[in-house]
């Protein structure tokens, strides 16, 4: 019978721990499991008291040297004694394995893992902390510049476009008001003053997904899989909307909010024209993330994304977001 062609798969577990085992030089009884399948799949490591995270990058999902770029920043920023998970060589000095999956070859790395746990709600105090973690991030990626992707206005609110207009009908009234506040953030956007925008190596996903805390407090971010290079006021931007989808008591959103900016300008200071963009960056970035949605249906977001979703993220996050933080008499309501 003949094979067919697949475009994603899930790779056993059991088999990737021996994999693991025998390229990390661990001894016997090391344990894999299935942590979860995304945008690429993780698998948690276990060996005597250790643990560990591997990667496994979708197939084409990014190349060699974006890979081998986000090592150096996590190396640099394991160097500053920040607190992320960083990747490890193998016994032959290697960080990237490769796996041939039914779909072609797939590219891994293994990372060390963040103690603690994922917190959806914590304390203003920790927000705190992860405002100055945030900032010493940005102190050492301030002008890095990594060969991997810039993240530019066009690529942010314009080529997420090109995902969605395949999932969402173009005559409908969320597509409507996508387009007029796509038009409005980038007018907002191009009257920035860029001197007053500090330019590095970003992120562009810390939220409460990709870090653990201790019961101690001791904060440890994750997931650089994002990482490019843009204005470092993105993080800050990301931060604060995830903060306003997660807290729905609004004191303490906003004491929160408050304490996350204080911890970050403990370390380094905010422009006046960073903080007039948070609002603006905030809301393009959802333009950005839902675009990856659509972009990555095929072998990720299917299981959850149909027009429904998509009107419900633009009716209740998206556009939410832009009338109580950007503007509210802008643009006109999404009438149906």
Known sequence: MEKFPVISSTLSADHLGILVANKYGLADHVSCKLLKTGINHSYLIEHEANKFVFRLYSLNWRSDLDINEEIRLLNLLKQTDISISFPLKDINDNYIQY?????????????????????????????????KTMAKIHQATFNLKLERITYTPKIVLEDSFLHLQKLLSADSAEMAWMLSAQQYL???????????????????????????????????????????????CYDIAYYILQLHSTEKD???????????????????????????????????????????????????????????YLKRFINLLIRKYFEENVSAKTLPPIKH
Not at 102 to 121: C, H, I, M, T, Y
Not at 190 to 215: C, E, P, Y
Not at 258 to 283: A, C, H, M, W
């Open 186 to 232: 980038l007018k907002e956007i191009s009257k920035a003053n860029v001197n007053q925008l500090r330019t590095g190596s970003v992120h562009l996903d810390i939220w409460f997904d990709n870090m653990n805390i201790t019961k101690s407090g001791k904060i440890t971010i994750f997931d650089f899989d994002f990482c490019g290079n843009g204005w470092l």
């Open 250 to 308: 609004i004191s303490q959103r906003d004491l929160k909010v408050e304490n996350f900016l204080k911890g970050y300008e403990s370390v380094t200071q905010l422009t006046d024209e960073e903080r007039r963009l948070l609002p603006i960056l905030g809301v393009s970035l959802y333009f950005f993330y839902l675009g990856i949605q659509c972009q990555r249906y095929d072998n990720w977001s299917n299981v959850f994304l149909n027009e429904t």
């Open 99 to 131: 796996l041939e999956a039914p779909e072609g070859r797939r590219q891994g790395v293994l990372f060390s893992f963040a103690e603690g746990d994922k917190q959806f709600n914590f304390s203003a105090d920790l927000h705190f902390k992860v405002g």
